[in-house]
Protein backbone atom coordinates (compact mmCIF):
# COMPACT_ATOMS: atom_id res chain seq x y z
CA UNK A 1 0.00 0.00 0.00
CA UNK A 2 1.05 3.09 -0.91
CA UNK A 3 1.98 5.62 1.98
CA UNK A 4 1.00 8.94 2.68
CA UNK A 5 4.63 10.77 1.52
CA UNK A 6 4.18 8.15 -1.46
CA UNK A 7 0.79 9.40 -2.71
CA UNK A 8 1.99 13.12 -2.62
CA UNK A 9 5.06 12.67 -4.37
CA UNK A 10 2.35 10.81 -7.34
CA UNK A 11 0.41 14.33 -6.90
CA UNK A 12 3.69 16.85 -6.95
CA UNK A 13 4.44 14.56 -10.78
CA UNK A 14 0.79 15.31 -12.22
CA UNK A 15 0.27 18.94 -12.88
CA UNK A 16 -3.37 20.15 -10.65
CA UNK A 17 -5.66 22.26 -10.91
CA UNK A 18 -7.23 25.11 -8.02
CA UNK A 19 -8.67 25.19 -4.52
CA UNK A 20 -10.26 27.89 -2.78
CA UNK A 21 -7.79 30.57 -0.56
CA UNK A 22 -10.05 32.88 0.18
CA UNK A 23 -12.34 32.48 2.74
CA UNK A 24 -10.30 29.21 3.15
CA UNK A 25 -11.29 26.21 2.47
CA UNK A 26 -11.18 22.95 4.58
CA UNK A 27 -8.35 21.75 2.39
CA UNK A 28 -6.61 25.22 2.78
CA UNK A 29 -6.67 25.25 6.75
CA UNK A 30 -5.95 21.51 7.18
CA UNK A 31 -3.01 20.60 4.70
CA UNK A 32 0.57 22.84 4.98
CA UNK A 33 0.93 22.52 0.88
CA UNK A 34 -1.28 22.86 -2.35
CA UNK A 35 -0.97 19.44 -3.54
CA UNK A 36 -3.99 17.51 -1.70
CA UNK A 37 -6.22 20.84 -2.14
CA UNK A 38 -5.75 21.35 -5.60
CA UNK A 39 -6.42 17.76 -6.59
CA UNK A 40 -9.59 17.33 -4.99
CA UNK A 41 -11.61 17.25 -8.73
CA UNK A 42 -14.55 14.87 -9.64
CA UNK A 43 -17.09 15.29 -12.68
CA UNK A 44 -19.10 18.30 -12.98
CA UNK A 45 -22.84 19.25 -12.77
CA UNK A 46 -23.37 18.70 -8.83
CA UNK A 47 -25.67 17.71 -7.45
CA UNK A 48 -25.69 15.49 -10.79
CA UNK A 49 -25.15 11.72 -9.39
CA UNK A 50 -24.07 10.30 -13.13
CA UNK A 51 -21.38 11.00 -15.34
CA UNK A 52 -21.93 11.49 -19.29
CA UNK A 53 -23.88 14.43 -19.21
CA UNK A 54 -23.56 17.94 -21.27
CA UNK A 55 -23.68 20.68 -20.35
CA UNK A 56 -27.11 22.79 -20.49
CA UNK A 57 -25.70 26.24 -21.59
CA UNK A 58 -23.13 25.22 -23.98
CA UNK A 59 -23.98 21.06 -25.29
CA UNK A 60 -20.38 21.05 -27.08
CA UNK A 61 -18.33 21.09 -23.97
CA UNK A 62 -16.78 18.11 -22.90
CA UNK A 63 -19.28 15.61 -20.71
CA UNK A 64 -19.16 15.21 -17.46
CA UNK A 65 -17.09 12.99 -15.65
CA UNK A 66 -18.67 11.24 -12.91
CA UNK A 67 -19.68 13.29 -9.75
CA UNK A 68 -18.04 12.46 -5.95
CA UNK A 69 -20.69 9.89 -4.30
CA UNK A 70 -22.40 10.97 -1.17
CA UNK A 71 -19.87 11.18 1.96
CA UNK A 72 -16.92 11.80 0.11
CA UNK A 73 -17.89 15.64 -1.71
CA UNK A 74 -15.16 17.26 0.48
CA UNK A 75 -12.48 15.30 -0.77
CA UNK A 76 -14.15 14.57 -4.11
CA UNK A 77 -13.82 11.40 -3.62
CA UNK A 78 -10.39 11.64 -4.95
CA UNK A 79 -8.76 8.04 -6.15
CA UNK A 80 -5.27 8.16 -4.90
CA UNK A 81 -6.14 8.72 -1.09
CA UNK A 82 -4.47 11.84 -1.11
CA UNK A 83 -7.02 13.83 1.34
CA UNK A 84 -9.76 11.20 2.58
CA UNK A 85 -9.93 12.78 5.98
CA UNK A 86 -11.44 15.95 4.22
CA UNK A 87 -14.73 13.78 4.40
CA UNK A 88 -14.60 13.26 8.26
CA UNK A 89 -17.09 14.51 10.64
CA UNK A 90 -15.20 16.65 13.14
CA UNK A 91 -15.50 19.96 15.23
CA UNK A 92 -13.52 21.88 11.69
CA UNK A 93 -12.46 25.08 12.18
CA UNK A 94 -14.96 27.75 10.90
CA UNK A 95 -14.37 31.40 9.17
CA UNK A 96 -16.62 34.00 10.18
CA UNK A 97 -18.85 35.42 7.32
CA UNK A 98 -21.69 37.66 7.83
CA UNK A 99 -25.61 36.22 7.32
CA UNK A 100 -26.60 38.26 3.50
CA UNK A 101 -22.82 40.41 3.11
CA UNK A 102 -20.89 40.44 -0.27
CA UNK A 103 -18.48 38.40 -0.40
CA UNK A 104 -14.94 38.17 -1.85
CA UNK A 105 -14.02 34.37 -3.14
CA UNK A 106 -10.70 33.74 -4.11
CA UNK A 107 -9.14 30.74 -6.24
CA UNK A 108 -5.88 29.56 -6.83
CA UNK A 109 -4.11 27.26 -9.23
CA UNK A 110 -1.60 24.59 -10.17
CA UNK A 111 -2.92 24.20 -13.73
CA UNK A 112 -5.48 26.36 -15.53
CA UNK A 113 -8.52 25.47 -17.58
CA UNK A 114 -11.02 26.97 -19.61
CA UNK A 115 -13.92 27.71 -17.42
CA UNK A 116 -17.33 27.64 -17.89
CA UNK A 117 -18.86 28.20 -14.37
CA UNK A 118 -18.40 28.42 -10.18
CA UNK A 119 -21.43 27.76 -8.60
CA UNK A 120 -21.55 27.61 -4.71
CA UNK A 121 -24.04 26.21 -2.58
CA UNK A 122 -24.94 25.67 1.11
CA UNK A 123 -26.05 23.37 3.59
CA UNK A 124 -29.74 23.17 4.67
CA UNK A 125 -31.41 24.98 7.55
CA UNK A 126 -31.84 22.03 9.17
CA UNK A 127 -28.67 20.09 7.82
CA UNK A 128 -26.78 17.62 10.44
CA UNK A 129 -23.12 18.16 11.47
CA UNK A 130 -23.19 14.92 12.80
CA UNK A 131 -23.64 12.91 9.67
CA UNK A 132 -21.43 13.38 6.79
CA UNK A 133 -21.90 15.71 3.73
CA UNK A 134 -24.04 14.31 1.28
CA UNK A 135 -26.29 16.31 -1.53
CA UNK A 136 -29.48 16.01 1.19
CA UNK A 137 -27.52 17.80 3.20
CA UNK A 138 -27.03 20.61 1.00
CA UNK A 139 -29.76 23.02 -0.93
CA UNK A 140 -30.20 21.59 -4.27
CA UNK A 141 -29.65 24.78 -5.78
CA UNK A 142 -26.64 26.78 -5.89
CA UNK A 143 -26.67 30.51 -4.13
CA UNK A 144 -24.24 32.02 -6.41
CA UNK A 145 -23.44 30.95 -9.50
CA UNK A 146 -21.31 32.93 -12.08
CA UNK A 147 -20.55 32.51 -15.99
CA UNK A 148 -18.25 34.60 -16.91
CA UNK A 149 -17.64 33.12 -20.41
CA UNK A 150 -21.62 33.03 -20.99
CA UNK A 151 -22.15 30.17 -24.14
CA UNK A 152 -18.87 30.87 -25.87
CA UNK A 153 -17.98 27.73 -27.50
CA UNK A 154 -14.50 25.97 -24.73
CA UNK A 155 -12.02 26.42 -28.45
CA UNK A 156 -12.67 29.80 -28.79
CA UNK A 157 -11.86 30.48 -25.28
CA UNK A 158 -8.13 31.84 -24.90
CA UNK A 159 -5.96 30.13 -22.95
CA UNK A 160 -5.83 31.62 -19.38
CA UNK A 161 -2.35 31.63 -17.53
CA UNK A 162 -1.49 29.06 -15.31
CA UNK A 163 -0.92 30.24 -12.10
CA UNK A 164 -2.57 34.07 -11.53
CA UNK A 165 -5.54 33.70 -9.00
CA UNK A 166 -8.94 34.73 -9.77
CA UNK A 167 -10.87 36.82 -7.66
CA UNK A 168 -14.93 37.71 -8.14
CA UNK A 169 -18.03 38.46 -5.28
CA UNK A 170 -20.53 36.62 -4.17
CA UNK A 171 -23.61 36.93 -2.12
CA UNK A 172 -23.77 35.20 0.87
CA UNK A 173 -26.97 32.98 1.81
CA UNK A 174 -29.18 34.12 4.76
CA UNK A 175 -27.96 31.21 7.40
CA UNK A 176 -27.01 31.49 11.44
CA UNK A 177 -24.56 29.50 13.02
CA UNK A 178 -22.38 26.56 11.98
CA UNK A 179 -22.68 25.83 7.70
CA UNK A 180 -20.84 24.42 4.98
CA UNK A 181 -20.12 26.19 1.81
CA UNK A 182 -19.35 23.99 -1.41
CA UNK A 183 -17.59 25.93 -4.08
CA UNK A 184 -17.47 24.07 -7.29
CA UNK A 185 -15.34 25.22 -10.81
CA UNK A 186 -16.87 23.78 -13.19
CA UNK A 187 -14.02 23.34 -16.57
CA UNK A 188 -15.51 23.29 -19.96
CA UNK A 189 -12.60 21.45 -21.83
CA UNK A 190 -12.68 18.57 -19.53
CA UNK A 191 -15.28 16.07 -17.63
CA UNK A 192 -14.25 17.77 -14.55
CA UNK A 193 -14.57 20.42 -11.31
CA UNK A 194 -12.68 21.17 -8.66
CA UNK A 195 -14.82 20.63 -5.56
CA UNK A 196 -13.72 22.54 -2.56
CA UNK A 197 -15.88 23.04 1.07
CA UNK A 198 -15.65 26.37 3.50
CA UNK A 199 -16.37 25.41 7.28
CA UNK A 200 -18.37 28.58 8.34
CA UNK A 201 -19.94 30.32 11.06
CA UNK A 202 -22.76 33.01 10.39
CA UNK A 203 -23.77 35.74 12.74
Known amino acids: MATEETA ?21 LLFDDPYPSCALEAGKFFPATQGGLTDPVQPADVACDTPPPDGKIASAGYPHGGAPQLDEVRDWPKVELVSGARQKVV ?15 VT ?27 DTPYWELPDPPAREPVEHKITLPQRKGYHVILGVWEVAD ?8 IDAHFS
Not at 17 to 22: A, D, F, I, K, R
Not at 190 to 197: M, S
Open 8 to 28: RAAMRATPRHGWMTEPPSRAQ
Open 107 to 121: WSFRQRHKTRRYNYF
Open 124 to 150: REDWDPAQPLSRAQFEPEPFARLEPNG
Open 190 to 197: TGAACYQV
